[in-house]
C-alpha cells in the first residue's frame, strides 16, 4: 500500500498575542469562515481556529511576531469579485497581480494569495515576487 499525501488539514500562521479580535473580524467578517474552538491547552495560549469548508486556518499567538510577507496561505475563492467589494468597502490593503488573483494582508502583515475559482483549476502563471 502506497503512502502519500491526500490533503492539507490546515495551515497555520502567526499573530500577535491580544488580537484575537481583530482576527475574527477579518476571518469571518470579511472572508466568511467560523470560529472553531480550540482544545485545551492550546485554548489558553491564544490565538484562534477558523473553518470554511473543509478549509481551516489556525492563528497562533508568536511573542516575537513578525509577519509573513514572502511566505502565504493562497485560498481559492468562488465569486471574487463580491469579496474584492467587501474588501474595498473594509477599507484593507489589497493588490491584482494581473490575473484573476489577488493579494491581501491580514490585520498582522501576513499575506494570503485569493485566487478566483471561476477560472477552472489553472490560475495563471505566478509571481512570487510580488
Given amino acids: 500500500m502506497g503512502v502519500g499525501v491526500v490533503a492539507i488539514d490546515h495551515v497555520q500562521l502567526a499573530m500577535p498575542a491580544g488580537r484575537e479580535t481583530e482576527a475574527e ?3 469571518c467578517g470579511l472572508l466568511g ?4 474552538a480550540k482544545p485545551e491547552p492550546l485554548a489558553s495560549r491564544g490565538g484562534r481556529w ?3 469548508g473543509e478549509v481551516q486556518v489556525h492563528l497562533g499567538v508568536e511573542q516575537d511576531f513578525r509577519p ?3 511566505a502565504h496561505l ?4 468562488d465569486g ?3 469579496l474584492v467589494a467587501r474588501i474595498e468597502e473594509s477599507g484593507a490593503s ?3 497581480d494581473g490575473v484573476r488573483r489577488l493579494y491581501l494582508d491580514d490585520p498582522f ?3 494570503l494569495e485569493l485566487i478566483d475559482d471561476e477560472g477552472g483549476s489553472d490560475p495563471g502563471p505566478y509571481s512570487d515576487d510580488l
Fill in 25 to 27: 473580524a477579518f476571518c
Fill in 33 to 36: 469562515f467560523s470560529v472553531l
Fill in 50 to 52: 477558523f473553518a470554511c
Fill in 68 to 70: 509573513s510577507r514572502k
Fill in 74 to 77: 493562497a485560498l481559492r475563492i
Fill in 80 to 82: 471574487l469579485d463580491g
Fill in 94 to 96: 489589497w493588490r491584482w
Fill in 109 to 111: 502583515g501576513n499575506r
